[in-house]
């Protein structure tokens, strides 16, 4: 069976810093990892995806992840945060032919001016 | 604009009705599904669908019921036997699973049911 864990219900980063969501997950083969955001009272908009390849994905907004097979990890990265930023962020895998994907818990995301 | 809607944004119940929500996508997307998202739990699914005619169970799908008779559209009724319903419902599509499980999921904004 697959899992995902987001192992922070917040983060919480000034204006113009880094930030790093951190995702682990656990499935039987290849897989493929996915972010998405979601903004209050809205569905989910997706941010990026690893397939294969290179391990460094970039996505939409300026977001980028980095996949690391041996420790399971696929963290969200941004190089400066902007107060829009601000979202819940919700890591998932699919495993390669699989007919559904595993959400992690969500990771409240507060950028401060 | 291609995308996903449901409807109706909100929705009260009432002790032993059933209730449907309605979702339709213009998206030519094959699978679909149905999630619940109650606070710090995530998303859990509770019935997807990959083809026409044809739907399976997730992880918490007790309570609920599903039909797939047309491509567009995936309703979800909530049964009395749901004993919990309160929560925020997404629905969403994919282009495909199998071969293309590697394309993303297009949510809609969510119907929020409460229980009167």
């Known amino acids: 069976a697959q899992s995902v864990a987001q192992p922070e219900d917040q983060v919480n980063v000034a204006e113009g810093n880094p930030l790093t969501v951190k995702c682990t997950y656990s499935?039987?083969?290849?897989?493929?990892l996915f972010w998405y955001v979601q903004y209050p009272n809205r569905g989910l908009q997706f941010l990026l995806k690893y397939i294969t390849g290179d391990n460094l994905v970039k996505g939409s907004y300026g977001f980028e992840a980095e996949f690391n097979k041996s420790q399971t990890s696929f963290h969200l990265k941004k190089p400066s945060a902007l107060v829009s930023d601000s979202a819940l962020y919700f890591c998932?895998?699919?495993?390669?032919?699989?007919?559904?994907?595993?959400f992690g818990d969500g990771t409240t995301l507060t950028v401060k001016p | 604009d291609g995308g996903i809607t449901q409807s109706p944004k909100y929705l009260f119940r009432k002790e032993g009705q059933n209730v449907t929500l309605s979702c339709e996508q213009n998206?030519?997307?094959?699978?679909m599904y149905w999630y619940r998202q109650d606070p710090g739990q995530g998303l859990r699914l509770i019935y997807y669908?990959?083809?026409?005619?044809?739907?399976q169970k997730g992880d918490i799908a007790e309570g609920y019921s599903v039909s797939r008779e047309k491509k567009e559209s995936f309703p979800l009724t909530v049964t009395s036997a749901q004993k919990n319903p309160t929560a925020f419902y997404l629905c969403a599509s994919s282009i495909r699973t199998g071969v293309y499980s590697n394309q993303p999921q297009h949510f809609g904004d969510g119907t929020r049911l409460s229980i009167l």
């Open positions: 499935v039987s083969g290849n897989p493929y």
């Open positions: 998932a895998v699919r495993p390669a032919n699989a007919g559904k994907s595993t």
């Open positions: 998206l030519n997307h094959d699978a």
């Open positions: 669908s990959q083809i026409v005619n044809d739907f």
